[in-house]
């Protein structure tokens, strides 16, 4: 769903997109007039709250939205983005935060989806004060969103922020803080890479496979140090010619250049670098039958799932097989430990099955099938009375 704006000055258009066709309403719509689209959209994404933060003195303009609190808390990143307009921003931040309710509902965890984001230039709008005052929007909130990095945020804004709240995650300040979530995330990634072998290729054992990584960074480079220790042959990309030369040397991994990953003939192919990138043009050329890798938003468009499906390549959904950045930040809320942490990643072992063999029943692509998953659970427990949060074990009034 994106809201477009039409050359009629004023005038927003809420288009449906196949990437998230169940986010609502086609038809044009009226800023500035009583029904003004902002609330049709939210309502048609199912938010419950949605915060514009000015701070006069800083000139801070930041949007939070909690998308749904069912589960607990809504948590996630701040990503500081300098938007071609403000509806560009609300609508990320929608879409972003509609995202983290769905990931943390299938990762099993006690929280619910929120994002914020900063609207400006990450190299001119950054100082103390702006990171404080959006510091104070969020304690505003008491608990009811958690924030984090995300693009363009990195460890010291978010020391800035928390001088202002207790609401943040992923610092290093604090007793118990996580630190870098990448070898979690890529536990988990190796975690659902090996249910998803198991399912579409019948192995228990990744002795001898053939697995491509496109990307050696964070993720990657912790997802090649697993694999090659279970004996899998390595074919790697990157466009950091010294992020290859680490894996070759580090892994024995075979270097491709580029686009030369999509066509490689391997068992799974691990994208850990780009959004986008199963698309028209990549799809055709996999030789691949599984796909499991730790990018987000790897499905250029929603029809892409299914595209996947009848050429019978297995698609282990992103924020599913990727949720261990999430899961290690969630640990930091019940008191840090890296063993928890790294074994409740390797649960996405058991969700990817479950996902891949209701999909096979249903006869729906998997990223289908993990939507339905996500709002099991919510369901399940939306209406139970007394819902306590995470942090304090209080009634979410009492946060
Ligand atoms: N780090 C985490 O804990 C985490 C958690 C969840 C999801 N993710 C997602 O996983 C992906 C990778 O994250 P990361 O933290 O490893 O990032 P990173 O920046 O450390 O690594 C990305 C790597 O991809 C390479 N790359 C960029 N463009 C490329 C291209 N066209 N072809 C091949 N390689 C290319 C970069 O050079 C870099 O080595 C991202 O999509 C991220 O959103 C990461």
């Known amino acids: 769903m994106f809201l477009k ?84 921003a609300l609508v990320d931040v929608l879409r972003l935060s509609h995202g983290m309710t769905y990931k ?51 460890v010291n804004d978010m020391e800035q922020v928390a001088a202002e709240t207790q609401f943040v995650t992923g610092i290093s300040s604090r007793p118990g803080g996580s630190g870098d979530p990448s070898p979690v995330t890529a536990w988990g990634v190796y975690s659902g890479l090996r249910a998803a072998v198991k399912h579409r290729l019948g192995k228990d054992n ?14 990657g480079k912790y997802l090649c140090g697993y694999l090659a ?72 468009e929603e029809r892409h799932g299914a595209a996947l499906v009848e050429r019978g390549i297995l698609y282990a959904p992103d924020y599913v097989i990727n949720a261990g950045g999430l899961i290690n930040v969630y640990n930091e809320l019940i008191g840090y430990n890296g063993e928890v942490a790294r074994k409740q990643a390797g649960n996405i072992y058991q969700t990817l ?11 729906i692509p998997t990223g289908k099938a993990s939507d339905l998953f996500a709002e099991r659970r919510i369901s399940s427990v939306r209406g139970v009375a007394g819902l306590r949060n995470t942090i304090t074990n209080q009634p979410w009034s009492k946060i």
């Open 5 to 88: 704006k039409s050359r009629d000055r004023g005038t927003f258009r809420c288009l449906k997109s196949s990437n998230y066709p169940k986010f609502g309403a086609e038809r044009p719509v009226k800023m500035g007039t009583r029904n003004s689209g902002i609330f049709e959209l939210v309502q048609s994404m199912g938010h419950e709250q949605v915060v514009f933060c000015h701070d006069k003195a800083t000139g801070l303009k930041a949007i939070i939205g909690i998308h749904d609190t069912t589960l607990g808390p809504a948590l996630g990143g701040t990503r500081l983005w300098d938007y071609a307009s403000d509806e560009d």
């Open 104 to 154: 943390a509902a299938c990762a099993g965890l006690n929280l619910g989806g929120g994002k914020a984001v900063i609207i400006g230039d990450a190299k001119k709008i950054k100082s103390e004060a702006m990171f404080r005052a959006f510091g104070r929007f969020v304690n505003s909130l008491g608990g009811r969103y958690i924030t984090a990095e995300d693009v363009n945020i990195n």
């Open 206 to 219: 990744l002795a001898g496979l053939k697995v491509s990584v496109q990307g050696i960074g964070a993720v």
């Open 229 to 300: 220790k279970d004996g899998v042959k390595l074919v790697v990309t990157d466009v950091d010619q010294s992020r290859i030369d680490y894996a070759v040397k580090e892994f024995g991994a075979v270097a491709v250049r580029d686009t030369e990953i999509y066509g490689v003939d391997v068992d799974v192919f691990a994208p850990c670098a780009l959004g986008a990138i199963l698309n028209d043009e990549t799809i055709p050329m996999l030789k691949a039958k599984v796909i499991a890798g730790g990018a987000n938003n790897q499905l250029k």
């Open 353 to 363: 099955t479950s996902v891949f063999a209701d999909a096979e029943k249903r006869g």
